[in-house]
C-alpha cells in the first residue's frame, strides 16, 4: 500500500501558485513553494494597477479567507501561512515516485548574503562598480550586482547576481553588520586537481587559484593524475589535452568512467579547440584557451564552485506536486516589428508603461517618455499585439 504523504509542492510563485499554495494551506496541507525567481508573484508583482478598480493587481485578486483568523498579509510585502513554507532562487531538479508518495530533489542557489544580519542600509550598493539593465523596472534604469530584487518586499534582503559580479570584495569590505560573506571559507573544501605537462602553467594555475581559497593539488601526466584521483576525492580537474603519454581526452573518458560526478573542464590551445569540443561531448563541463586569462578563469572556476555547491540539493517527500510554470510575454521586437519597438524608444509595451506609471518604477510615477524625460502629453495604444498573429505562429 502507497504511504501517502499529507504535504504539497507547488513549483511557481505567480498569482497562481500562491493562490494555490494559500488553498492547500487553508485546507490543513503542509506546502512547499518554489520559484527559480528572486521574489514572489511573478509578473503580477510588476502591475500596480488592476481593472477596474486600480487596486494592487494581488490584493485584488487573492482576498483573505478569513480576516480575523488569517495570517495572509499585504503580498507585495511578503506571504505569511504557518502551513507554508517559502523557497526562492530554487528550482525542481527531479521527481521519483508516484501521486500521494513523490521524492523531489530541489536545488536553491546560494545568496552569499545573510537574510538574519543584512539590516538594508545600502553601503554595499554604493561601492558596487557593476551596473546591469534593472529587469524589475523594464531595463529603464540600471541596477548594481548586489540589489535589492523588488522595492516592496518584507524581508527583502540583498542579493548578489553572480552571472554580473566580479567578486571584487567592495561590498563585503563596507558591509557593517558581516552579512556579505564573498571569502567563503568552504572554498578550502573545494578540491581542484591541475593536469599539465608544463610546470608553469601549473605553478600559475595553482597560484591563482589559491588566492581565492580552493585548496590545489597538480599532476604532471595523465597517469599521475589518474593516481592522484584514486587516493583523494576531487570536484573540479583541469586538464591540458596535448600531453605526452595519455592525452587529456583520455584522461577525461578514464576519470569519467571512475568518478562519474567529477567536473572536468579542458585546457587547450588554438589549434586545439575543436578537441575540447568534441570533449564536452562525451563529458568535459567546458574549455579555456591557452593562454590563460586569470580573470576568466577565476570567473569560471568560481560559477562552478558556487553551481556544485547549490547543486547539493535538498531531498524531499511531497503527496502532490501543482505545476504553475507562468508564462512569458510576447515580444514585438521579432519578426518584422512594424512599431519600430526597441527602435524608437518611446514605443513600450504595456508591461513597460506600468512601471514608468509606477511609483515604485524608475520615474517615481511621473509619466515621462523614456527618450528625453519630459511629460508624456499623448499616448496611443494598440491592442492586441501578436496574440493573433498566424505569422507570428500565434494560430490560438
Not at 31 to 52: A, C, M, N
Not at 116 to 134: A, F
Not at 360 to 369: D, H, K
Request: hydrophobic content about 40%; overall charge negative.
Amino acid at each position: 500500500m502507497i504511504k501517502k504523504i499529507g504535504k504539497a509542492l507547488v513549483v511557481g510563485a505567480g498569482i497562481s501558485g500562491i493562490r494555490a499554495a494559500l488553498d492547500l494551506a487553508e485546507t490543513g496541507y503542509g506546502v512547499t513553494l518554489i520559484d527559480r525567481s528572486t521574489h514572489l508573484g511573478g509578473i503580477l508583482s510588476q502591475l500596480d494597477y488592476q481593472f477596474p478598480s486600480n487596486r494592487c493587481g494581488m490584493c485584488k485578486m487573492l482576498p483573505l479567507v478569513d480576516r480575523d483568523a488569517s495570517s495572509q498579509y499585504c503580498l507585495r510585502k511578503g506571504l505569511f501561512h504557518e502551513n507554508i513554507e517559502i523557497l526562492l532562487s530554487t528550482e525542481l531538479i527531479s521527481v521519483e515516485g508516484e501521486p500521494g508518495n513523490f521524492q523531489v530533489t530541489l536545488k536553491q542557489k546560494p545568496n552569499w548574503v545573510d537574510p538574519e544580519l543584512c539590516i538594508g542600509c545600502g553601503k554595499c550598493v554604493d561601492v558596487c562598480p557593476v551596473e546591469v539593465p534593472d529587469t524589475f523596472k523594464a531595463g529603464f534604469v540600471s541596477r548594481k550586482a548586489i540589489y535589492l530584487p523588488v522595492p516592496h518586499a518584507i524581508p527583502n534582503p540583498y542579493l548578489i547576481d553572480f552571472s554580473v559580479c566580479t567578486r571584487c570584495g567592495e561590498c563585503e569590505k563596507v558591509c557593517p553588520t558581516g552579512a556579505i560573506r564573498l571569502s567563503e571559507q568552504d572554498r578550502e573544501k573545494f578540491k581542484i586537481l591541475i593536469v599539465d605537462d608544463e610546470l608553469i602553467v601549473r605553478d600559475s594555475l595553482k597560484e591563482w587559484l589559491e588566492q581565492e581559497g580552493f585548496t590545489i593539488d597538480v599532476a604532471e601526466s595523465g597517469a599521475e593524475a589518474l593516481e592522484q584521483l584514486n587516493k583523494k576525492s576531487y570536484h573540479l580537474m583541469l586538464t591540458d589535452i596535448k600531453m605526452p603519454g595519455m592525452d587529456g581526452v583520455e584522461v577525461l573518458k578514464k576519470a569519467k568512467e571512475g568518478f562519474p560526478d567529477l567536473t572536468v573542464v579542458m585546457m587547450t590551445a588554438y589549434a586545439t579547440v575543436e578537441t575540447a569540443v568534441e570533449a564536452m561531448k562525451i563529458g568535459a563541463l567546458d574549455y579555456l584557451v591557452k593562454p590563460f586569462d586569470p580573470d576568466k578563469l577565476i570567473s569560471m572556476t568560481l560559477g562552478i564552485y558556487e553551481d556544485l555547491e547549490a547543486a547539493r540539493g535538498r531531498r524531499m517527500e511531497v503527496g502532490a506536486m501543482v505545476l504553475c510554470g507562468g508564462t512569458d510575454y510576447y515580444d514585438p521586437a521579432g519578426g518584422k516589428n512594424p512599431w519600430g519597438y526597441k527602435v524608437n524608444p518611446n514605443v513600450v509595451t504595456s508591461l513597460e508603461f506600468e512601471r514608468i506609471f509606477s511609483g515604485s518604477g524608475p520615474s517615481q510615477g511621473m509619466l515621462v517618455r523614456p527618450f528625453d524625460g519630459e511629460p508624456i502629453r499623448k499616448v496611443a495604444w494598440i491592442q492586441c499585439v501578436g496574440s493573433r498573429d498566424l505569422q507570428e505562429d500565434a494560430d490560438f
